[in-house]
């Protein structure tokens, strides 16, 4: 079990992360397709990637196993998620002496560090240069196949999941935000209990906590080993059956069109018009005609603030959806 020890100032300081992390996106897909579970959610995704990957997929897996320890400096903590190339170059300015540690606690706990992964921590930096090189390539090589063609996807969820995270933040603040983060997380204040494989006690100390939410995150939560790092925890977003395949025996489909009904579903938590446009892969002109529709028909309704249109699935939408969930659309 990991254990998070807040203070007020750390639920002061508490935030959700507004958009999904490169690294931590690669990291975790990496472990997760080296996995068996999950199958109904990401056996598509595995099908479709294996084929393609070349040997820089296994240079990945050899530091980023499916369990136990992997090395902190893969996933550098910044304050925002950056864009890959600032993320990777981060990681590669990592000081010497912390990716020797790192590369000293991966040997501890799985008996070795991979042969080409050995010389990353160089003091003299001109064996470690080369290896360093090859890793960010690898990254980026990697990311560009596995990743990048699900980016869209990836983001849709992420965002997703941070409105249901500020719609729980409205209803209870702080301490209803993180008991609304799921079954692996329970909140006994001033304490966040996280199911972890090992016991860990991360004290916040006033530094306040990152909830990095994650597509590829699986099963379960996963942090940095070492406390010193900025405190992050990266969660698992939700997942449905069959995730981002067509839908089949879609009465609402059927009665208002696939995508208004996919919209009129993603509206539930509130969206914004770019975020249902990433969500559904259309323009925002698209959503906004389709909005209309729905909007003139009394199942969504619009807010526009700071230049950006909000809607949100009224109590007619809501029963409309209900309906067709239980079969009872005529």
Not at 6 to 31: G, K
Not at 120 to 149: F, K
Not at 165 to 170: G, V
Not at 288 to 308: D, F, M, W
Request: with cysteine; net charge positive.
């Amino acid at each position: 079990m990991l254990r998070v020890v807040f203070t007020a100032e750390d639920l002061a300081r508490l935030r959700v992360a507004r958009e999904p992390d490169a690294l931590w996106e690669i990291t975790n897909s990496v472990q997760t397709l080296q996995r068996r579970d999950g199958r109904a959610v990401f056996g598509t995704w595995r099908h479709a990637v294996r084929p393609r990957l070349g040997p820089e997929s296994r240079l990945l897996a050899s530091l980023l196993p499916p369990c136990g320890y992997s090395p902190d400096f893969l996933t550098p903590g910044t304050r925002e998620p950056a864009a890959l190339d600032a993320a990777v170059d981060t990681m590669l300015s990592t000081p010497r002496r912390t990716l020797a540690a790192d590369l000293e606690r991966f040997a501890a706990e799985h008996g070795r560090v991979p042969r080409w992964a050995g010389a990353l921590a160089d003091a003299g930096g001109r064996s470690g240069a080369e290896p360093l090189r090859r890793l960010g390539g690898a990254v980026r090589a990697y990311y560009d196949t596995a990743v990048a063609p699900y980016w869209s996807r990836v983001h849709a969820h992420v965002d997703a999941d941070r409105n249901l995270r500020l719609h729980a933040l409205l209803d209870g603040g702080a301490e209803g935000l993180l008991a609304s983060l799921g079954p692996h997380f329970r909140w006994r204040p001033p304490v966040l209990e996280v199911a972890y494989p090992v016991d860990q006690e991360l004290r916040l100390e006033g530094r306040g906590l990152l909830l990095q939410p994650s597509y590829f995150c699986w099963p379960a939560p996963v942090s940095l080993a070492d406390p010193e790092r900025p405190p992050v925890l990266v969660y698992p977003v939700s997942h449905e059956r069959g995730d981002g395949g067509p839908p089949t025996g879609d009465g609402l489909g059927e009665l208002l069109g696939r995508t208004r009904a996919a919209l009129l579903r993603a509206t539930g938590c509130g969206s914004s018009t770019t975020e249902l446009a990433r969500l559904l892969d259309v323009t925002g002109p698209a959503v906004s005609q389709h909005t209309a529709v729905l909007r003139e028909n009394g199942l969504l309704v619009t807010v526009r603030k700071g230049g950006r249109s909000f809607h949100s699935v009224t109590a007619q939408g809501r029963a409309l959806i209900h309906a067709a969930e239980h079969g009872s659309l005529q």
